[in-house]
């Protein structure tokens, strides 16, 4: 049981470096932002002349902000590694 319920809600944020509920704030922004990005899209499919780049603009946002967060997310993570390395040495 132990198990399952550790795949379910802590081995994909601990994937990432990112606590349970880090990673439920990022996985809401992210929700949040791509539902207005459907009601755009959804409005220049019908309406071409209507959030012409606003679409592409919130994907690019998006994927920068999650590459600049896995890479925040790493560098936490090495220098908590480097801190281990440091007191075990001693």
């Given at each position: 049981?132990?198990?399952l319920?550790?795949?379910?809600?802590?081995?994909?944020?601990?994937?990432?470096?990112?606590t349970y509920f880090e990673h439920m704030g990022q996985a809401l922004y992210f929700s949040f932002n791509m539902g207005i990005g459907?009601?755009?899209?959804?409005?220049?499919a019908f309406i071409?002349?209507?959030f012409e780049k606003?679409?592409?603009?919130?994907?690019?946002?998006l994927y920068d902000r999650m590459?600049?967060?896995r890479m925040r997310n790493?560098?936490?993570?090495?220098?908590?590694?480097?801190?281990?390395?440091?007191k075990n040495a001693s």
């Amino acid at each position: 049981m132990k198990k399952l319920l550790d795949s379910l809600f802590t081995d994909h944020p601990q994937s990432v470096n990112e606590t349970y509920f880090e990673h439920m704030g990022q996985a809401l922004y992210f929700s949040f932002n791509m539902g207005i990005g459907f009601f755009v899209c959804l409005c220049h499919a019908f309406i071409p002349g209507a959030f012409e780049k606003t679409g592409s603009q919130m994907v690019t946002k998006l994927y920068d902000r999650m590459v600049q967060n896995r890479m925040r997310n790493q560098a936490k993570q090495n220098i908590s590694l480097d801190n281990t390395e440091v007191k075990n040495a001693s």
